[in-house]
């Protein structure tokens, strides 16, 4: 095929740029929303506390987007979930806190849940009647950050009060619980935190709060003791009853003081560890530095001696019994009565004076030989000895009494043995009781059904005297006071009659000097005269009535 020949070339393709476009209006909308959201993500990033999470045993009362944390009543964060733990045994809470309170977090806070707790020694929780449980916070004294809490299952008495706590220990718990009070002088100082078994099982760890400024008054010599309910405690002195409060006496309660004897000391620091006595007596009681133990047998009953029971010298306490029980006699296999006492030298050299002094100090810092002699002395030559008294004729209870017997036989003693055996003699009790049944006896042997008998008989006879009396005034006034009665009632009728009649008579005489007028004045003149003479009989008859009877006699004229 012939190619063409004077024909036009084919047009050559150009690459031209495309040509941009406008943004859209609607376009703006979106971006601007997307602006705001990120400003607000970001302005709530900068600006929300923590999130934590608190394990308690149970979310009873917890509810997500309903229960706040609260401390000191100020709302500082909400509950955002309430879920199962792993091991399905706790209960995990998350709580959203606020970014103010986001420093508190540290590793020893404490978290618990706060309801309403009814117990002896008071009423908490009760806010939460109205607006539910809510979750309570402490904070710690840590630096270090955390997260993730586990919750108290009690809440605890004491958060941001001043003061100090100390651990007491004790044998038994007893009454005592969390709460219970603390005195100081009668006035409340604080209250039991909490309390554990001691590491070895023996005890009872106690952990106490008391409160400012009272615990400052705590130094190392305070003691401690137990003051729930009523102490009452029967003694050779009588009956004591002692307690502390009306909160101490239903829910249990301690006390603490220094006592009297302590030196001056500051006060103790925190954590200290003290001692908690049983009773106030045991607690303040004075440590001896010197001991003497001494036996005693008696041949006669103590029934109604204990231990703790004093020992008296010359009726000034000089210590106490230690112990009561049984010896037996190898030659006759006889029982007795043996009594341990404790003598404390310290007590009597108080009592003596500043002139004696440098005597009285042998009893105490003398050798034991020395010592010796002197009792040997004391016994033998002046006749000390012991004897049982009642120290209380209610109770029953007896105690050791020494004093001097000049007329005592000497007693066979060996100075060797240890504890020395003191000389005794029989208490007065038995010839006591021995009188008091001769008093019985005779009281017994009298006649006492006869006497009765004869009381009852004369009781009789008084009666029936009585009535023969009230029976002759009875016939006297119906016989005397009746009639007389009447009498006097008819002259007071005839006295009546009389001054109608004179009256009468006035109103129908005429003429002021008529002679029936004269006469008729004469005839009252009389007629009064009898008046008179009436009236002075009524009221001679009035104070002699019997002349009715006996006449007129000479003793009534």
């Keep these: 095929m012939p190619e063409p020949t004077g024909a ?16 859209s209006v609607i376009w703006i909308i979106p971006i601007l929303a997307a602006v705001v959201a990120i400003g607000i993500a970001v302005q709530r990033i900068l600006t929300e506390g923590p999130t934590i999470t608190v394990v308690f045993k149970s979310a009873e009362g917890i509810e997500a987007g309903k229960t706040f944390v609260k401390y000191k009543d100020v709302t500082i964060g909400h509950v955002t979930k309430v879920e199962l733990a792993d091991t399905y045994g706790n209960v995990e809470v998350t709580a959203k806190i606020s970014k103010r309170a986001g420093a508190l977090m540290v590793e020893d806070a404490k978290f618990w849940v706060v309801e309403p707790r009814v117990t002896l020694s008071g009423i908490s929780g009760l806010g939460t009647l109205l607006s539910g449980n809510y979750v309570g916070f402490q904070p710690g004294k840590s630096d270090k950050k955390q997260t993730r809490f586990t919750g108290l299952e009690v809440a605890p008495i004491i958060t941001d009060q001043p003061g100090r706590r100390f651990v007491l220990k004790a044998k038994t718990l007893g009454s005592l619980g969390i709460g219970s009070p603390i005195y100081y002088r009668q006035l409340q100082a604080g209250q039991i935190e909490a309390y554990a078994l001691a590491p070895d099982g023996k005890g009872i760890d106690i952990t106490v709060f008391v409160a400012t400024p009272y615990d400052k008054f705590v130094t190392p010599e305070t003691r401690f003791w137990n003051a729930s309910g009523i102490d009452v405690s029967v003694g050779a002195g009588g009956v004591n009853v002692r307690t502390e409060g009306l909160v101490a006496l239903l829910a249990g309660g301690l006390a603490f003081d220094a006592p009297s004897f302590a030196a001056p000391a500051g006060p103790a620091a925190a954590g200290a560890v003290f001692t908690l006595y049983s009773d106030q007596a045991t607690a303040m ?7 003497r133990v001494y036996v005693l047998r008696f041949s006669e009953s103590v029934l109604g001696l204990s231990v703790g029971a004093p020992v008296t010298l010359l009726g000034i306490p000089a210590g106490e019994v230690t112990q009561v029980g049984l010896s037996v006699d190898p030659a006759t296999m006889a029982l007795h009565p043996r009594v341990l006492i404790t003598f404390f030298p310290e007590r009597i050299l108080a009592r003596v004076t500043a002139r004696d002094q440098a005597t009285a100090k042998v009893m105490t810092e003398g050798s034991d030989k020395v010592r010796l002699q002197l009792i040997r002395r004391i016994v033998e030559e002046q006749g ?3 004897q049982l008294k009642s120290g209380n004729l209610l109770t029953g209870q007896l105690f050791v009494a020494f004093n001097y017997f000049p007329g005592a036989p000497k007693p066979k003693i060996d ?3 240890d504890p020395l055996e003191l000389p005794v003699v029989l208490s007065t009790i038995p010839d006591l009781e021995a009188k008091l049944s ?4 005779k009281l017994d042997s009298l006649p006492l059904e006869a006497i009765g008998r004869e009381v009852q008989d004369d009781l009789t006879s008084l009666k029936r005297t009585l009535e023969d009396t009230s029976k002759l005034l009875s016939r006297i006034d119906a016989e005397l006071v009746d009639p007389l009665k009447t009498t006097l009632e008819e002259t007071r009728r005839a006295i009546a009659s009389a001054d109608r009649m004179l009256t009468n008579t006035d109103a129908t005489l005429v003429g002021k000097d008529a002679p029936v007028q004269q006469d008729l004045r004469d005839a009252l003149q009389e007629m009064v005269l009898a008046a008179r003479s009436l009236r002075v009989l009524t009221d001679y008859l009035e104070r002699h009535p019997e002349s009715l009877i006996r006449g007129k006699t000479q003793e009534n004229k």
């Design 8 to 23: 036009d070339p084919l047009p050559q393709a150009t690459v031209e740029p495309p040509k941009r476009t406008r943004l």
């Design 285 to 291: 009681k004075q440590p001896e530095a010197i001991a």
């Design 384 to 386: 000390l000895r012991g």
């Design 415 to 417: 100075w060797t043995q």
């Design 438 to 441: 001769g008093i019985l006896a």
